[in-house]
């Protein structure tokens, strides 16, 4: 450990970031900023090549949503801290940390699907006696008994080395929110739970000096891991229960919206928000890595996979919204001008990842409907199968019905609010996020809100 430390308080040890996207980037430009030598390693070229030359036009899509990255990326280039590169083995092999940020998606079939990880883990074996003395850590979402169970195994098999004796490994969870990353990295506490005592001690010394955070040392990788999966998961039955209940509420003339500023007043109730359903990397997938694994041990988590079913319901209820706000201007879907507001899966970023927006125009597609879409975030881009407008001035041509799929900052900007006044053919607003106050909202407007009866807006002097 002596060692170590000196390596890390000299900034001498040398660390790789495999993987730089949305996660791994801004992790590789903080560990350089801090004075480590760091190598950001990934498949794509171009993406590597933009990072050398400090951004690129286009620019790197996490660079658009993410405060400060842009800055960073140039900062640490001029320093020559940071060097981009596709070569794994020549720079992992030079590394004291080889930091995994690499993707773990879900397949069709609902299970986790590490290919991408194991061919990575297999690159490390295959470093062999060059794997001595070094920690792999595991940022990616897994499992929890991925590391123990699939990874160190694969890693011994290759490298014919020796867990603990030859190598280590370490699993610490990204908990960073797309959009607030860097501000993320900074502050929320890092879990971190290794192979030995003696690599938790490390690498706990070094997330604790690369990002200035607090850690919290758990007794091995499993839980480490399970810690990051039920922190998103409680999120997902929260939601799900709100979209759930909102809707119920909704059937008796109840406002949601109004029933949870109530409930908010009890000491121990923790509010969650309905809306169109949840996306993104993170949300929609997680509860999977823990189903997965309940099965192979014979039991079965009822409550994640209703939870996430009633979530991936819910845009399918945003299409029930859509048809009631037609039936109350009598107007058939088919060949209606349905303007979109919004395809990011969450507020203020460029990610259409799992977006509950992708089954929404899928339907509206189907039934026929005229649909003009725009999102801040993609302006001018083909994007699922779309055009997206320069701005939303389109909706002046007819459009006589909105849904506002992502609650993004530009359309709670009173210049927005102005300019729907000023659509006099605009007659419904689907609000999937519930981001007006019926005050708000202009009139001779049929709103809807998820979980908020509809209201017809009639001010008398408007
Ligand atoms: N995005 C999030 O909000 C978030 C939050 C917490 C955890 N995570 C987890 O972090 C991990 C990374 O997610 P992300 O959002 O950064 O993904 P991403 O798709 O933005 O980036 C992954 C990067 O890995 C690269 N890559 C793919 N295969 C590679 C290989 N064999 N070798 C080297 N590079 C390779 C890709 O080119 C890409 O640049 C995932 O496990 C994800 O679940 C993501």
Redesign the pocket.
Known sequence: MEDWEKLIEKRDLIVSV???????LPTALMISNEGFKTYG????LS?VEKVNAGGGDPPITYIIDEPELESLLKKVIINRKLKATTN?RNYTSQSNLIIL????AITEQKVPDYS?IN??LKEIGQLKEKLAKKIVIF???VGPNYVEKIAIPLIEKVSELKINKDFWVASC??????GNIIKNLNSIPRIVGASNNYARNIVSYFYKTAFKVNIFEVSNPRTANSVKLIENIFRVVNIAFANEISQLMRKFDIDYMEVLKGAATKYNFLTHYPGPGVG???LPSNPYYLIDEGYKVSFTPNLLRVATEVNQSQPFHIIELIFEGLNKINKPIANTKIAILGISYKANVKDVQISSVIPILSELQKNNAILGIYDPYYKEEEILGFKIEKNYEFIKRVYSIIIIHTDHNEFKSQNFKDFLRECKDLKVIVDCHNTYEYEEIPNNIYYIGVGRPMKYINRKNN
């Open positions: 495999v993987g730089i996207g949305r996660i791994g390693i990934d498949t794509d993406l794994f940020c690499i993707p773990t991408v061919e990575v940022e990616s979402t969870p990204e908990r960073a929110n797309p993104g990397p993170c």
